[in-house]
């Protein structure tokens, strides 16, 4: 008994195999999860480093407001102890910090400012630190009448 394939037949069977064939199917997942994992992997790690710059720069703004609100104390100290706390801890991860200490009569404000060293290209994540606090006075204490 002689079979005979036909060129149609040739045709239909390819086209029913070309569904079920899956060689190369490793190399084509591999090629677009790996970059998509390595920039997830790279995200993760940018995002810790904006929460570890902003703790950074809110130690600094509350050591400021510490040394601006006391009795005695001035803009320009708070100003130096922001510098000596940045020059400390924020090395690596604040980059280009800006500090702004105010002292009125009645509240003491220090801003801190800056950005994030960057680990993945163009993404250039903004740091704000605010604290905000009474200045100490004295104040006479009322005679008793």
Do not use: Y
Not at 19 to 39: H, I, M
Request: aromatic share 4%; hydrophobic share 45%; proline share 6%.
């Amino acid at each position: 008994m002689i079979i005979r394939v036909t060129t149609r037949g040739r045709v239909w069977r390819r086209l029913c195999d070309f569904g079920r064939n899956e060689r190369g199917s490793v190399t084509a997942e591999l090629v677009l999860a790996a970059p998509a994992l390595l920039l997830l992997l790279l995200l993760v790690a940018q995002f810790a480093l904006w929460a570890h710059a902003t703790h950074v720069a809110q130690t600094a703004a509350s050591q400021a407001l510490s040394a601006a609100r006391v009795q005695d104390g001035s803009s320009g100290d708070g100003h130096a102890r922001a510098t000596a706390v940045l020059a400390q801890l924020g090395a690596g991860p604040l980059r280009d910090p800006h500090v702004a200490v105010t002292r009125g009569p009645e509240q003491s404000t220090v801003e801190i400012s800056g950005h994030v060293t960057p680990v993945v290209p163009f993404l250039n994540l903004p740091v704000r630190a605010r604290a905000v606090g009474p200045s100490e006075r004295f104040v006479e204490p009322k005679a008793n009448e």
